[in-house]
């Protein structure tokens, strides 16, 4: 079945970096878009990036653009979002997925305050 387990949040002080890892299974990855996306409690999931199949494609959320960096491993099944200069509205749970219509990994925490 499709699956994803993403790692790597945690806390970070404002203007701070972290990186975040997700790995996919149950599909075809390499054929397949890939987004990340996150979610405040009581606010509706957003998507913050996403990249093409062979990863020369990117997107970003305004929010975010030239701030976070997008990529992939094809040969690992992995995302990855490197977020640099964070700030606190980074705050939120980040979930990797191919779209909206498959099922949610468990996400990891991203939480910037100092």
């Known amino acids: 079945q499709v699956q994803f387990v993403e790692s790597g949040g945690g806390l970070a002080q404002p203007g701070g970096s972290l990186r975040l890892s997700c790995v996919a299974s149950?599909?075809?990855?390499?054929?397949?878009?890939m987004r990340w996306f996150r979610q405040v409690p009581g606010k509706e999931r957003e998507m913050v990036a996403s990249i093409s199949r062979t990863g020369l494609g990117t997107n970003y959320a305004d929010s975010v653009n030239r701030r976070f960096i997008i990529s992939r491993d094809n040969n690992l099944n992995t995302v990855y979002l490197q977020m640099n200069n964070l700030k606190p509205e980074d705050t939120a749970v980040y979930y990797c997925n191919t779209g909206w219509d498959n099922p949610w990994g468990q996400g990891t925490q991203v939480t910037v305050s100092s």
């Open positions: 149950g599909f075809t990855f390499s054929q397949s878009r």
